[in-house]
């Protein structure tokens, strides 16, 4: 297994990858990245936690798409543009994540 070093919203994490899965796994950085930088960008959450776990929850929605999987590859690295249904149902997660969280604010 290879170790490589990559930066996701500016840390850096050595990861590793089987060899020929360099590529994929900077793909998924890449992807996590975008992920998480949209979030954090839209100004509303601050914390690195809650922005992994709503990437997660956004890119585990996108890869249950039936009509998602079948776009094209350009449309898949393409971020989509966020719908008001979209932002109210993150905002619902966000809401129920911080209630969760408590005063703790830690995930584990």
Sequence with gaps: MKQIEVKIMGQAYLLGAPEGGEDRLHAAVQRVDAAM?????AGKIKARDRIAVLAALNLAFELGEPARAAAPAQEATDPPASSVAEQATLGALLNRLDQALGDDGQLL
């Excluded at 930088?37 to 960008?41: A, E």
């Design 37 to 41: 930088c949209r979030i954090r960008d």
